[in-house]
């Protein structure tokens, strides 16, 4: 099966400012099908499951600067048994002259090689 790389099912709740966003599993897809992983619909099909649970915060505006932080809780999962092989914390912050969305938008594209780095540790 490893012919056809590794089969990822992504549960990930990232929250922008009480919106969900798709920006942090989309750009985490990405990086992760660079290294040979695919992704199921059906979880009960992956080798791996990564649950993701994000969130920004406004941080400050200093000189016509505005910054967020995104924190994200990243567990890996063996599927067929469950079992846990990473769980860690990330925190990133982003900054912006536009407003504090975009600087949380910044936050996510710079957190996410961040976390595929760590997973890939893993599942390779």
Do not use: M
Not at 53 to 81: C, G, H, M, P
């Amino acid at each position: 099966d490893l012919e056809q790389g590794i089969s990822i099912f992504i549960r990930c709740n990232a929250q922008l400012f009480g919106t969900t966003t798709p920006l942090l599993e989309n750009k985490l897809k990405a990086q992760l099908a660079e290294n040979k992983c695919s992704f199921v619909a059906d979880s009960t099909r992956a080798d791996w499951l990564i649950i993701i649970d994000a969130n920004a915060e406004e941080y400050n505006n200093a000189y016509n600067t505005f910054y967020s932080y995104v924190n994200a809780t990243i567990s890996l999962e063996k599927r067929y048994n469950r079992q846990q092989v990473y769980h860690d914390e990330f925190r990133q912050k982003g900054g912006s002259a536009k407003d504090y969305n975009d600087a949380a938008t910044k936050a996510y594209n710079d957190i996410v090689s961040k976390i595929s780095e760590q997973i890939l540790t893993y599942i390779k």
